[in-house]
T-cell receptor, first 114, second 114 residues
Framework: EADIYQTPRYLVIGTGKKITLECSQT?????MYWYQQDPGMELHLIHY???????EKGDLSSESTVSRIRTEHFPLTLESARPSHTSQYLC?????????????FGQGTRLTVV | AQSVTQPDIHITVSEGASLELRCNYS??????LFWYVQSPGQGLQLLLK??????LVQGIKGFEAEFKRSQSSFNLRKPSVHWSDAAEYFC????????????FGTGTLLAVQP
């Protein structure tokens, strides 16, 4: 069983509010990721991190920001939420080895901006 | 460009029937291939993965997949579907490297009829 947790699971918030989506993993993985998933669409990588103090933009441009101050924690922040940010956000982590390893996913946060 | 195509958006099968979900990929180097399953409101769970070696890989829940390099395919199969298999299935490809990024297909939604 993967030990990666996201909170909140569901969030409805008004336009202009600042929000932070939490993601924590207890597996000691160096690499962490944020994906955005719209209904019926594929997952798009929006942020990733190699380790502490390392963050990079993903393939899909996003107005969100991330930080990685601790290995186990990779929060995502939207300074001013807009309806266009309504989506599901999935956090994942993987081991740092020489070859590709599978990513373990959290249960996701479904964000609705009204 | 790297990409994953899942041609079937939605498939319905009867319980007990066999299942095959298609996945085609485009990747410049040796691909690492994955199948994930997502139940409603949940994160993604890894079903199986292919890194190298035997082209027929076994996964959890009775699923298997076959890597066919000549066809750039990695189709998922199950000989007898159970009602609990109803979910969305995602194929993903990755190339390893420092980022360990995965590229996902758009998913196939599986419905199971009693």
């Amino acid at each position: 069983e993967a030990d990666i947790y996201q909170t909140p699971r569901y969030l409805v918030i008004g336009t202009g509010k600042k929000i932070t989506l939490e993601c924590s993993q207890t597996m000691g993985h160096d690499k962490m990721y944020w994906y955005q998933q719209d209904p019926g669409m594929e997952l798009h990588l929006i942020h990733y991190s190699y380790g502490v103090n390392s963050t990079e933009k993903g393939d899909l441009s996003s107005e969100s920001t991330v930080s990685r101050i601790r290995t186990e924690h990779f929060p995502l922040t939207l300074e001013s939420a807009r309806p266009s940010h309504t989506s599901q956000y999935l956090c994942a982590s993987s081991e740092s080895r020489g070859r590709l390893t599978e990513a373990f996913f959290g249960q996701g946060t479904r964000l609705t901006v009204v | 460009a790297q990409s994953v195509t899942q041609p079937d958006i939605h498939i319905t099968v009867s319980e007990g029937a066999s299942l095959e979900l298609r996945c085609n990929y485009s990747y410049g180097a040796t691909p690492y291939l994955f199948w994930y399953v997502q139940s409603p409101g949940q994160g993604l769970q890894l079903l199986l993965k292919y890194f190298s070696g035997d082209t027929l890989v076994q996964g959890i829940k009775g699923f298997e997949a076959e890597f066919k390099r000549s066809q750039s395919s990695f189709n998922l199969r199950k000989p007898s579907v159970h009602w609990s298999d109803a979910a969305e299935y995602f194929c993903a490809v990755g190339g390893g490297g420092a980022t360990n990024k995965l590229i996902f297909g758009t998913g196939t939604l599986l419905a199971v009829q009693p």
